[in-house]
């Protein structure tokens, strides 16, 4: 099993900027990939961006790139999401995700899931 919580969000005015924390614990060597999902209320669960967890390599939502930017610590077993230029149009529950099978663009390819964190952004 693998344990997962993500912590930063809040209620930020468009054009600023948070960073969303995700804690890794459990069998974290089993990870394949990691990533942060959002999810809008009507609306299905997306992918943000997914980090590998061996080779580092990042995939993001065409969307989002170049706003948001995913990491990982090491030492920390935390994975983060910046996101600067906020829109209003990404406010969501944002979710952080480890998946133990190859393939990080749907939300079924991952076993555990946080609890996810509300981000607020107004106008």
């Known amino acids: 099993q693998v344990q997962l919580g993500e912590s930063g969000g809040g209620f930020v005015q468009a054009w600023g900027s948070l960073r969303l924390s995700c804690a890794s614990s459990?069998?974290?060597?089993?990870?394949?990939?990691i990533a942060w999902f959002r999810q809008a209320p009507g609306d299905e669960r997306k992918l943000v961006a997914a980090?590998?967890?061996?080779?580092?390599?990042?995939y993001y939502a065409d969307s989002l790139k170049g706003r948001f930017t995913i990491s990982r610590s090491i030492a920390q077993n935390t994975m983060y999401l910046q996101m600067n230029s906020l829109k209003p149009e990404d406010t969501a529950v944002y979710y952080c995700?480890?998946?133990?099978?190859?393939?990080?663009?749907?939300?079924?390819?991952?076993?555990?899931w946080g609890q996810g964190t509300q981000v607020t952004v107004s106008s």
């Open positions: 980090i590998n967890w061996s080779t580092y390599s990042t």
């Open positions: 995700a480890a998946g133990q099978k190859s393939g990080v663009l749907w939300a079924v390819q991952y076993d555990f």
């Open positions: 459990g069998r974290t060597f089993s990870i394949y990939a």
